[in-house]
């Protein structure tokens, strides 16, 4: 068929002419009765003209002929939701985002409907990720619409404050996708994440949380002065940001500033004396000091907060290596491993594997291991630790109570036989 006829019908709707751009679409699909995009058009006519039943089998009709395409659901989920059939309109956003996850509009939408069906915490996910992926496509407006929904659904404190105290501020809207760009940064995005921080800053978003999140994102590419300098910028607008002195405290110890990264790293704790990772940051400067005897004690501390800190056992088996506590570092590589196998992070998992070889290659006693067939298998997929596989019987047996031994072994290796890469 002829582009430019559909292109008419396009412009026609653009400018307003429904009834025109319904004709010219329907006209079309006399000639062309198995063209979705015909059908797709004039689903969005009838929907501009309030025909909202007809938009409906429009869609549905362009479905039928295109079934994997996410903008002809997100259309027929808008059309849905206008008609206040929720759970249609639900199913829908759903499977646009199952075939285009990187489409803003399908996950605002899903937060518009969340929040309409009183999911609060899945409206505050979806906002979120749909501010990030405008903020990728630096849509500046797009990214403010979605952070100004999620503002008025935080919990709000039930106790007013203190007489002749001032109250807390209410945090920017800004700052509620910093924690997701964090998680990029940790992913490997630093570059990436770094580059839209330039252009959120050039724009008018300078916050205390912009200038602490581009540092984080300096001190990964190795870029120690620049985040140096964002996180001292980060600390003068907020001198009570406790992770962003973390962070400096992390760079100035990389740069070799073990006095001044002591220092921050105790005004974080002073603020927030819970945060395990900041008990780990000091413990790892303590290391880089060659204080061992300090730096396991922090690490220990920061495993009573946190028992299923992985990062905490490896730093604290590796000061324990230094201490020539071998046993007891090989107990800690057998929790971290423990660990990193329950969250199916197979390199750090393997990585570990390597470690405790090394150290059994110093001597170590070993720990008695059952010589049946099936358990051999469950020691080879666990590299040969039986730490770790004792350690996941027991996972197992806290989660399935009331089971046979036999079947734990079972359970155990199936899992790991699924999860393996």
């Known amino acids: 068929m002829d582009d430019d006829v559909l292109r008419g019908g396009i412009e026609q709707r653009q400018q307003g002419d429904f009834a025109g751009a319904i004709a010219t679409f329907t006209a079309i699909l006399q000639d062309y009765p198995d063209l979705a995009a ?50 249609g309109a639900q199913q829908d956003v759903e499977s646009a985002i199952q075939r285009d996850r990187t489409d803003a509009a399908s996950h605002e939408l899903q937060g518009t409907l969340y929040r309409k069906q009183g999911n609060v915490t899945g409206a505050i996910a979806s906002f979120k990720t749909a501010a990030d992926l405008y903020l990728k496509a630096k849509n500046a407006a797009a990214c403010r619409r979605c952070l100004d929904k999620i503002a008025p659904l935080k919990p709000k404190s039930a106790a007013p404050p203190p007489l002749n105290s001032p109250a807390t501020p209410t945090p920017k809207p800004a700052a509620l996708i910093y924690p997701q760009l964090i998680a990029r940064i940790e992913a490997g995005e630093a570059e990436t994440v770094r580059q839209e921080l330039d252009w959120l800053l050039h724009n008018g978003a300078a916050d205390g949380n912009a200038y602490r999140c581009r540092g984080w994102a300096q001190h990964h590419l190795s870029q120690s002065f620049a985040a140096l300098s964002d996180l001292n910028r980060a600390i003068q607008l907020n001198p009570q940001d406790a992770i962003a002195l973390c962070y400096r405290g992390q760079v100035r110890g990389q740069m070799g500033e073990a006095g001044g990264a002591l220092a921050d790293l105790e005004a974080a ?17 303590h290391h880089a000091q060659q204080a061992y005897g300090d730096a396991i004690a922090d690490y220990t501390h920061a495993l009573e907060l946190d028992p299923k800190s992985a990062i905490a056992y ?48 110093s001597s170590l006693p070993t720990a008695s291991q059952p010589e049946t067939p099936r358990h051999q298998a469950l020691l080879a997929l666990v590299g040969g630790q039986w730490g770790i596989a004792e350690r996941l019987i027991q996972q197992a047996k806290s989660e399935f109570p009331g089971r046979s031994e036999v079947w734990y072994l079972e359970k155990v290796i199936a899992d790991l036989e699924r999860d393996r890469p």
């Open 314 to 361: 490896v730093h604290r088996a590796q000061a324990q290596i230094k201490q020539e506590n071998l046993r007891q570092a090989c107990d800690d590589y057998q929790q971290a491993a423990s660990l990193y196998c329950q969250q199916e992070d197979w390199p750090r998992y393997q990585a570990i594997l390597d470690h405790l070889k090394t150290l059994q290659g």
């Open 38 to 87: 015909a059908y797709g058009q004039r689903a969005i006519a009838y929907f501009d003209a309030g025909q909202l039943h007809s938009a409906i089998s429009d869609y549905t009709q362009a479905l039928e002929r295109d079934r994997d395409n996410p903008k002809l659901y997100y259309g027929r989920a808008l059309v849905r939701l206008a008609l206040g059939n929720l759970p």
């Open 269 to 285: 704790l002073a603020l927030n004396p819970n945060a395990a990772g900041f008990w780990v940051a000091r413990g790892d400067i």
